[in-house]
């Protein structure tokens, strides 16, 4: 604080000039403006209306991916299976140099992918083949289930518009009968069901539906990709179709876009982190050296001000 | 209402320079609210007219 200032006694009543202020009016006419704006632009413009991703439409639009990706959660090798907290143990997930951040937060929805993705959703099926599949991936070890899906993977990596592969060397166990019958489930909707019902009576949760479709190889990130929504396409700031986005997310967005957190595994807590920098900063604007200097270089309030200046001067 | 309908519900085209990619809806936006800023400074308060006597 400038030595001018600490010199007024906050106590002391106001005895320079003061105008009028009717706060209700104001706040009653900037309501009623925002009010006619926006009911204004949603009649013109109406809103975003892009169909909902499902199961389903995964399933029918691009079934090879589906299979290779329902194979990869019953393997263990998808990216929620390795994604860590909040989901598994399976990895540390996101740090901020020495601190664990993601991991310290907690399995907090625990999800096994080949139990919840492919194994639950397949027991409702009323089929003696699938159910004599799902039998056997139960009673086989870890080693031979990850061996059986593993193998099956690779297979399908290799013939990637198959959708299903015959087992030649019986190495693929039960596998290639549960995806089977799993693209089934996923082509007529009982897949979407199964998994949003799965921890709640209503289809209320669609964390499990929406995690499996974020694993997909192709379809759900060249369907992102088409829309500007990934991170490195400042996708933050983005919205579907030709609305304007979250533009208020530019600076947070930006730090995607540079190295070093381009390339970063850990870009969320690196950003994050710096964010939180960059608004404790703002908070103690007024005691940063040179910063607080600012309004003296770039006097934009004497313009707000201008009459109350002018008069001074006078 | 179908008459004051503009769909938007086409991909939209982006303005790239660089590292910045930007969408047209969203340029519009941001210079609508720098436009509404530079508006704020520069438009006059509305003067009571009463508020002489107050100075």
Redesign the interface.
């Known amino acids: 604080m400038s030595p001018a200032l600490s010199k007024h006694d906050p106590s002391k009543k106001w005895s320079g000039?003061?105008?009028?202020y009717d706060l209700i009016k104001e706040a009653v006419i900037a309501i009623v403006i925002v009010g006619i704006l926006a009911g204004g632009l949603a009649?013109?413009?109406?809103s975003?209306?892009?169909p909902a991703l499902t199961l389903k439409s995964w399933a029918l639009t691009d079934p090879a991916d589906f299979v290779q990706t329902a194979t990869s959660e019953l393997a263990g090798t998808s990216g929620t299976a390795g994604y860590g907290a909040p989901y598994n143990t399976a990895s540390d997930g996101q740090v901020l140099g020495p601190l664990k951040l993601q991991k310290w937060a907690g399995v907090r929805i625990p999800i096994n992918t080949a139990k919840d993705f492919v194994v639950k959703p397949l027991t409702i099926l009323p089929d003696a083949a699938v159910q004599t599949a799902v039998n056997a991936w139960n009673v086989g070890s870890a080693d031979e289930q990850t061996k059986w899906a593993t193998s099956y993977g690779d297979a399908l990596a290799k013939s990637p518009k198959a959708l299903s592969l015959p087992d030649t060397n019986n190495s693929y166990g039960p596998v290639p009968t549960m995806i089977t019958y799993l693209l089934g489930m996923a082509i007529n909707g009982a897949l979407d069901g199964a998994l949003t019902t799965s921890d709640t009576p209503l289809p209320t949760d669609f964390t499990k539906p929406m995690l499996f479709i974020a694993d997909s190889g192709t379809y759900f990130p060249d369907y992102a990709a088409?829309?500007?929504l990934h991170g490195d396409?400042?996708g933050v700031?983005?919205?579907t179709?030709?609305?304007?986005?979250q533009?208020w997310l530019?600076l947070f967005s930006f730090f995607y876009?540079?190295e070093p957190f381009k390339s970063s595994e850990n870009a969320d807590t690196w950003v994050m982190g710096l964010l939180g920098v960059l608004s404790v900063a703002l908070i103690f604007l007024p005691f940063i050296p040179f910063i607080r200097r600012i309004p003296y270089k770039i006097p934009?309030h004497r313009?707000?001000w201008r009459?109350w200046y002018r008069?001074k001067q006078d | 209402?179908k008459l004051?309908?503009?769909?938007?519900?086409?991909?939209?085209?982006?303005i790239n320079m660089g590292?910045?990619?930007?969408?047209?809806?969203?340029l519009?936006?941001?210079l609508s609210v720098v436009a509404l800023f530079v508006l704020a400074?520069?438009l006059?308060?509305p003067m009571?007219d009463?508020?002489e006597s107050?100075?």
């Open positions: 000039p003061t105008r009028p009649a013109v413009f109406s975003p209306d892009e088409a829309r500007h396409q400042w700031m983005n919205e179709g030709s609305w304007p986005g533009s530019w876009q540079v934009v313009i707000i009459n008069r | 209402m004051l309908f503009i769909d938007l519900n086409h991909p939209a085209h982006y590292v910045l990619s930007i969408s047209l809806g969203n519009i936006m941001i400074l520069a006059p308060f009571h009463d508020e107050h100075k």
